[in-house]
């Protein structure tokens, strides 16, 4: 699995765009980007995947660059809701690889 | 997606004794997990529970601490056995199954164990 470099926290104000870098320089071809959520005693919530190019969905939208080397994840308009640990993991198979995540921080 | 629910939520337990946690899921799923994530720490994988099979460990995770069973697609059970202090954790389920390109993971919310 790639190494995953992510802040270890983050604020923004609330119906504010939130944008969350993810470093993954050593990502092989094959390895997929994915972003999951981890929201204060709860089991973390899938958010979105891609490989190549940017990928929307109805929760977020993800931007990766085209060297892959880096991608972002953008919640378009933040509510309170949203504040959770956010983790970026790189892998190609069903094996999912944790690390410390980003604490966003969503304020009134 | 899937829904995985898991029982008990949460449990105190008496050092030495035993806990079986249930997972199950709603739709036959490929593939289910086991992690474990220590009080501020991040998730950490335990085990692949194998449908008819041994499940199969993570390094420093085994058998005889961690029984895992696998009876069908839906359906999988974690034993924490022994307890120690140190198992106080939250043990989360998952399942995963091929999605657009590649497998997509979904949790359970978790089963909260404190040992006294």
């Known amino acids: 699995d790639a190494k995953t470099t992510q802040p270890p926290s983050m604020d923004c104000a609330e119906g504010r765009a939130a944008n969350l870098p993810c470093n993954h320089s050593?990502?092989?071809?094959?390895?997929?980007v994915y972003w999951y959520r981890q929201i204060h005693s709860q089991g973390p919530q899938y958010i979105i995947h891609?490989?190549?190019n940017n990928e929307t969905n109805e929760m977020a939208s993800l931007i990766i660059t085209e060297d892959r080397k880096s991608s972002t994840l953008i919640l378009p308009h933040a509510t309170l809701r949203d504040t959770a640990v956010y983790y970026c993991?790189?892998?190609?198979?069903?094996?999912?690889?944790f690390g410390k995540g980003t604490l966003l921080t969503v304020n009134p | 997606s899937a829904v995985i629910s898991q029982k008990p939520s949460r449990d105190i337990c008496q050092r030495g004794t035993s806990l079986t946690i249930q997972c199950q899921v709603d739709?036959?799923?490929?593939?289910m997990f086991w992690y474990r994530q220590q009080p501020g720490q991040s998730l950490t994988l335990i085990a692949t529970?194998?449908?008819?099979?041994?499940?199969?460990?993570e390094s420093g995770f085994v058998i005889d601490k961690f029984p895992i069973s696998r009876p069908n697609l839906t359906f999988s059970t974690l034993t924490v056995s022994n307890m120690s202090p140190e198992d106080s954790s939250i043990y989360l389920c998952?399942?995963?199954?091929?999605?657009?390109?590649?497998?997509?993971?979904?949790f359970g919310p978790g089963t909260r164990l404190t040992v006294t």
């Open positions: 998952s399942a995963a199954g091929r999605g657009r390109g590649t497998y997509e993971q979904y």
């Open positions: 050593t990502i092989s071809g094959n390895e997929y």
């Open positions: 891609g490989l190549k």
């Open positions: 993991i790189g892998g190609s198979n069903y094996k999912l690889t």
């Open positions: 739709s036959q799923v490929t593939m």
């Open positions: 529970a194998n449908q008819g099979s041994e499940a199969t460990y």
